[in-house]
């Protein structure tokens, strides 16, 4: 890669300078689930998790300048993406302006602002049950961008109430429960694999690369590895890394405890 970091490789760095890396517009696809930088406790047994299972060293970043934070390793990203390429980017509603922002001054184009509606979320008492992530489907240049609309069902397909399965598949509302790995080892937040998969299906082939600036357990690498992608990605937190690199290495999708939920 000219001197540059390889692909089919995570790296434990600071995405800021992993991104520096990376060799421009070399990239096909960009998945990522950043800090949303809500002073998150990762160890709490939060939707009746045991905190002794949950992996320590969650990286938060903090809410003074979450702006300029997304904005830099927006732009990065960015730098490393194809022009035909696309970035799908979560976010909870706290700190979304700052996201919508940070991508309106990248010069990046939203395609979809998808809505990722879970099973729920955490209960409350004076307010309503946040139980949804936003996602803003991104990308360079939307006159080169590559989507495959058939490429979960085809064009004819139907439920069997005669209701077209691609439109449905392919509303801006999905509702994909999360995942919850009793016995296993686990890091605070992680995508379903289904959920990478759907966009995997939609915004790359087989052979395309990958990149994830924020990994954490590792799940879009080790998604994308199970379907025939290359992948890059970068992970702060040493034992997340290791982590990651385990399930990579070893090809496990799931790594047991040694004691029970």
């Known amino acids: 890669m000219d001197g540059r970091l390889e692909y089919d490789e995570i790296y434990n760095m600071d995405c800021l300078r992993g ?9 096909d696809l960009v998945v990522t689930d950043p800090p949303f930088a809500i002073d998150f406790k990762p160890r709490r047994p939060n939707y009746n998790r045991r905190g002794s299972r949950v992996l320590d060293g969650y990286s938060e970043v903090s809410s003074g300048d979450y702006y300029g934070f997304t904005k830099r390793w927006m732009q990065l990203a960015s730098a490393a993406l194809k022009e035909s390429g696309s970035m799908y980017v979560f976010s909870g509603w706290n700190n979304l302006a700052d996201v919508l922002n940070a991508i309106r001054d990248v010069k990046l184009t939203v395609v979809n602002h998808i809505i990722w509606k879970y099973q729920f979320g955490v209960v409350t008492k004076k307010k309503y049950v946040t139980s949804h992530y936003h996602c803003l489907f991104v990308c360079k240049d939307d006159s080169k961008r590559r989507f495959y609309p058939y490429s979960r069902f085809s064009k004819d397909e139907c439920t069997p109430e005669g209701r077209s399965l691609h439109y449905r598949d392919k ?10 790995w009793r016995g296993s080892k686990k890091t605070p937040t992680k995508l379903p694999a289904e959920l990478i998969r759907k966009i995997l299906a939609y915004s790359s082939r087989k052979g395309d690369v990958v990149m994830d600036p924020f990994l954490g357990s590792g799940q879009v690498a080790v998604v994308a590895k199970s379907e025939g992608r290359r992948y890059i990605g970068f992970e702060i937190v040493p034992e997340y ?11 496990r999708y799931r790594i047991s405890a040694n004691d029970d939920d």
């Open 241 to 251: 890394y290791r982590f990651a690199k385990s399930r990579l290495d070893e090809g």
């Open 171 to 180: 509303e801006d509302v999905w509702q994909i429960n999360r995942e919850y």
């Open 19 to 27: 991104l520096e890396l990376v060799k421009p517009s070399s990239v």
